[in-house]
């Protein structure tokens, strides 16, 4: 099954980076779930790991909501897609079999160092990003002409 998490936690951020740069005070869960297409209880579960690291700031009440812990020049997808995914591997092997063979006798530790290396690259790769950048890439994708 496909794991959306880190995709639906980019795009709160991304809301929450916009509103900043319009000079909002906070977003609730009410606006950002009507953005994602999603239910307010799913946006404030993918808030939790967010505001304990601090990429994001949670007011309760009828005047609070949401809104970035830092600015966006200084946060990177990195630090979003582990708050989203936790220590969740990028790929979970298949259980072990019976080893009967050269691939059931190491397809585990196989499969366990090729994640860590694509989890490497993937969190490399993310860490040169900022969620200041991917706003101004989303500008970029908005002001090309439709094809």
């Known amino acids: 099954m496909l794991d ?7 795009q709160v951020m991304l809301f929450l980076a916009l509103a900043a740069e319009d000079g909002s005070t906070a977003l609730s869960s009410a606006q950002l779930a009507r953005g994602l297409r999603a239910n307010p209880s799913l946006v404030r579960k ?3 790991p967010l505001t304990n690291e601090g990429l994001v700031v949670c007011t309760k009440g009828r005047a609070g909501g949401a ?3 830092r600015p966006a020049d ?5 630090e979003i897609y582990r708050c989203a995914v936790g220590d ?3 790929w979970a092997c298949s259980p072990k079999a019976e080893q009967v063979c050269l691939v059931t006798a190491h397809a585990a530790e196989y499969f366990a160092a ?3 290396e694509a989890e490497q690259a993937v969190l490399a ?3 040169d990003r900022t969620l200041a950048e991917s706003v101004g890439e989303l ?3 908005d002001a090309e002409p439709d094809q």
């Open 67 to 69: 809104r970035l812990g």
């Open 139 to 141: 500008r970029s994708l």
């Open 88 to 90: 969740k591997p990028l």
């Open 4 to 10: 959306i998490r880190f995709s639906r936690a980019l």
């Open 74 to 78: 200084r946060i990177t997808l990195a």
């Open 114 to 116: 090729l994640t860590a």
């Open 125 to 127: 790769s993310l860490g």
């Open 46 to 48: 993918l808030l939790v």
